[in-house]
């Protein structure tokens, strides 16, 4: 194994060492930008800061940042972020403070960029900060009609991107031409905007675990279950109205409680946020609060729909394990794929957190290491060759359609296309077994309090850690309330790529009920603890997550018309789990884990059909739930192999 991982990372390495050279292959900066303070002494250097206000059509002026290399002997391209977070700091003065890391990250895509030489510019999006105009989140597409009509007050996120490049152009000295744009998060929401009807100039767009779709799978809801303390902490501050231009919205809501799980279970109903803390000033949670479904509010929210003939190159990133974002980069990818028959299209996922390849040297997250620094990897390698081929030379650059790592073996891997052709198996849930072999009739059944949520993480904290994605599973598999259906030890390597589909057949006492299928990978019980050991895990019978998804059964059948589950009888729950690259190693268990809780991230379940915005504390219920697996009424998770063969 160590001589093939040995190959593949020669191979993905030899990929993109041969960067593209620029028509003046000298970069502006000559010294190596190794550390914060060399970055920063770097811009006061060689840059100039400059502040304007961009007009768009409709006469509203967009708050910019423009750093223009100070050699002007030369054209540069313009690298451009479009934020909600602010631009500081501001001042044509101030340079970014060297002890805030992340901030500095934000400054570029790559440090490498910043020696190579642009134009970077960044944005206020309308209405936040300095900008003009209203803010409004997930801005919806104007109205295509008045667009073409060319009426001034069609505007949307994708207007505003093509009004401001169009200005950079025409007024900013020293550029090239081209323009890329790049953002993680929110910003990389307004990166695959720019790239919808793109200005000509637009060359290449770089969207980064883009805010995708707030209802099925993104940062607030998955499959119409509400990600409570996501939601909560960042509307809590991000959501205050601003009281007009400013240069600061605070961010210093304080939790009354040292644990999240403590906090979010004295809120109560959710309809006491709004009348304990929020007192009716956040109006995006209110509109959450009163859109409780799919309906035409979150429908016009979905900008996938519009991901449709994109013509600038597009280079989407994301992190198996992000917390917030990992849907909305592979569905961004798929949708931009699938609706450009001429795009060129790919996609990198990485074993990162969100932000990670960005922020973090990609070589562990939490107990889980993965050998290598990864997120160098992407930033100097793929990254900046696909910005300084569009920008700077001659746009022939063209990675693989899809770079994945493949965690369990920790390896770099390329595919034609993502995902990859594999072989449809079946792992059927048996009296705690798991298995290609369909069992006999039996059941499981457990009682679910939402008095007593299943914790998300197994130990406490202010904030809910991330590195859940990849935590041990133990202190879930131990309780009452979780059923538990394992493999055999397997005799090869497994390796599983894409999508899961999970189905559950469930009966319940309840009229609503939440199913949260998780898939595990536990590790034999001979495993080393690894030296040295920062976190002091035990790694003997870790069940590393791999992956989780929570479907709310009322809408199992349809986001926009929820159902009540039928009381006493079987009831299919069947939903999709977000894809992966993984290997389960020669020695290790295949596990899956059902529960009908993952407190605080998801909010609970009254089980009982009610709008559980506007729920009571009556209306939470104790249910007793029953998990299927007879012939007539098989539960299983149907996954992709890629390589190996399931255990029988």
Same mark, same amino acid.
């Given at each position: ?137 997930? %801005? ?52 695959? !905007? ?48 601003? $009281? ?8 210093? #809501? ?35 609060? =009163? ?27 994301? *992190? ?92 770099? !891997? ?6 990859? &052709? =594999? ?13 290609? &072999? ?56 497994? =390796? ?33 603890? $690894? ?8 790694? *003997?019978?870790? !069940? !590393? ?10 809408? %199992? ?16 729950? &069947? ?33 009982? #059909? ?15 739930? =029953? ?15 890629? %390589? ?5």
């Amino acid at each position: 194994m160590f001589a093939r991982r040995a190959i593949l990372v020669a191979l993905l390495v030899l990929v993109f060492a041969d960067r593209p050279a620029s028509a003046s292959s000298a970069p502006l900066i000559s010294a190596a930008l190794d550390s914060d303070e060399a970055f920063v002494k770097a811009l006061k250097t060689h840059y100039t800061k400059y502040e304007f206000r961009i007009p768009m059509r409709d006469g509203v002026k967009l708050y910019t940042h423009v750093w223009a290399p100070k050699d002007t002997t030369k054209s540069w391209p313009i690298m451009m972020m479009r934020t909600p977070y602010s631009v500081g700091p501001y001042g044509i003065e101030n340079l970014p403070p060297v002890e805030n890391a992340r901030a500095l990250r934000r400054f570029a895509p790559s440090f490498n960029l910043v020696q190579s030489g642009y134009i970077f510019v960044h944005q206020d999006v309308r209405g936040r900060l300095m900008s003009e105009g209203e803010f409004v989140d997930v %801005r919806p597409r104007a109205d295509a009609a008045k667009k073409r009509a060319k009426d001034k007050t069609a505007i949307d996120e994708s207007t505003d991107a093509y009004d401001t490049i169009d200005w950079l152009i025409k007024n900013i000295p020293h550029n090239n031409g081209r323009v890329g744009m790049w953002g993680i998060s929110y910003p990389g929401f307004y990166a695959a !905007q720019a790239a919808i009807d793109a200005h000509p100039a637009l060359r290449a767009v770089s969207p980064q675990a883009p805010v995708t779709d707030w209802f099925i799978g993104d940062d607030f809801h998955r499959n119409g279950a509400l990600c409570l303390a996501d939601a909560f902490s960042f509307y809590a501050n991000f959501g205050r109205a601003r $009281p007009g231009l400013t240069k600061k919205i605070p961010w210093d #809501f304080e939790f009354d409680r040292a644990d999240a799980y403590d906090f979010y279970m004295r809120l109560g109903p959710l309809k006491n946020a709004d009348t304990k803390y929020f007192k009716g000033s956040i109006a995006f949670w209110k509109d959450m609060m =009163t859109h409780g479904t799919r309906d035409a509010w979150w429908r016009a929210r979905d900008p996938l729909p519009d991901y449709k003939d994109i013509r600038p190159a597009v280079l989407v990133t994301g *992190g198996w394990y992000d917390a917030e974002d990992l849907w909305g980069s592979l569905a961004t990818y798929q949708a931009m794929q699938r609706q450009s028959k001429k795009g060129r299209i790919s996609l990198v996922m990485g074993p990162w957190n969100h932000g990670g390849w960005a922020r973090t040297d990609g070589d562990r997250l939490g107990d889980v290491s993965f050998d290598q620094k990864t997120a160098p990897m992407y930033r100097e390698g793929v990254e900046y060759s696909f910005f300084e081929s569009h920008l700077k030379g001659d746009g022939t650059f063209s990675p693989p359609g899809a770079t994945i790592f493949e965690t369990g073996t920790n390896v770099w !891997q390329t595919f034609a296309q993502w995902p990859p &052709q =594999t072989t449809s198996q079946t792992l059927w849930f048996g009296p705690g077994t798991l298995g290609m &072999q369909r069992p006999a009739d039996g059941a499981d059944t457990y009682v679910a309090d939402p008095n007593k949520p299943v914790p998300t993480v197994g130990f406490p904290g202010e904030d809910l850690d991330h590195n859940y994605m990849t935590a041990d599973q133990r202190f879930a598999s131990r309780r009452p309330d979780v059923v538990v259906y394992d493999s055999a030890v397997l005799t090869e390597d497994v =390796t599983l790529a894409g999508p899961l589909s999970a189905e559950v057949w469930l009966e319940s006492t309840g009229t609503d009920a939440d199913v949260v299928v998780k898939l595990i990978d536990v590790w034999p019980e001979d495993t080393t603890d $690894p030296q040295p050991n920062p976190t002091a895990v035990r790694a *003997g019978g870790y !069940q !590393q997550l791999v992956r989780a998804e929570v479907m709310r059964a009322k809408f %199992r059948t349809s986001f926009e018309r929820p159902e009540p589950l039928a009381k006493n009888t079987p009831n299919k729950v &069947q939903f999709t789990l977000p894809d992966v690259l993984h290997t389960f190693r020669t020695g290790h268990r295949v596990m899956v884990q059902v529960q009908s809780s993952s407190f605080p991230l998801i909010d609970r379940n009254p089980q009982t #059909f009610v709008d559980i915005y506007q729920a009571d504390e009556k209306d939470f219920v104790v249910a007793t739930h =029953t998990i299927h697996r007879s012939r007539a009424h098989a539960s299983a998770l149907r996954v992709g192999v890629l %390589r190996g063969r399931l255990p029988e």
